[in-house]
């Protein structure tokens, strides 16, 4: 599994436009064979960033997206940064729910663990 994360920084003058050519990116990408999600989020605070991310279930799937047509839509968005954008492609080998939440807090705490383990030495 392949998760896109974009997270640029337009200038307040072009916020809106940024937001409308990516919000025309969602439906196509998430449309796509492979797609399981495309957001888009907007954050508050000093930096009012723009946060796009996808995530995709086979790596070709999410390689041939980047060369798409659709995908220039999204590097246009890139060019009305007014700093350099970050972009981070994490590839996940295993991913887990609620069954990790329930199963960790079956388990005692790790400094507990410790402590019973030094207990039980004495």
């Given at each position: 599994?392949?998760?896109?994360?974009?997270?640029?920084?337009?200038?307040?003058?072009?916020?809106?436009?940024?937001?409308?050519?990516?919000?025309?990116?969602?439906?196509?990408?998430?449309?796509?064979?492979?797609?399981?999600?495309?957001?888009?989020?907007?954050?508050?605070?000093?930096?009012?960033?723009?946060?796009?991310?996808?995530?995709?279930?086979?790596?070709?799937?999410?390689?041939?997206?980047?060369?798409?047509?659709?995908?220039?839509?999204?590097?246009?968005?890139?060019?009305?940064?007014?700093?350099?954008?970050?972009?981070?492609?994490?590839?996940?080998?295993?991913?887990?729910g609620m069954e990790l939440i329930?199963?960790?807090?079956?388990?005692?705490?790790?400094?507990?663990?410790?402590?019973?383990?030094?207990?039980?030495?004495?």
């Amino acid at each position: 599994m392949v998760v896109s994360t974009l997270r640029l920084f337009p200038p307040r003058e072009q916020r809106r436009h940024v937001l409308s050519v990516l919000r025309s990116v969602l439906g196509p990408t998430q449309a796509q064979p492979h797609c399981r999600s495309c957001h888009l989020f907007e954050e508050d605070g000093y930096d009012e960033a723009i946060l796009f991310m996808e995530q995709w279930d086979e790596d070709e799937a999410f390689f041939n997206h980047v060369r798409s047509e659709l995908y220039n839509r999204v590097l246009a968005a890139v060019e009305l940064s007014r700093i350099q954008p970050e972009f981070k492609f994490l590839f996940v080998k295993e991913m887990r729910g609620m069954e990790l939440i329930e199963a960790t807090r079956r388990q005692p705490p790790a400094e507990n663990i410790a402590t019973e383990a030094r207990n039980h030495e004495r």
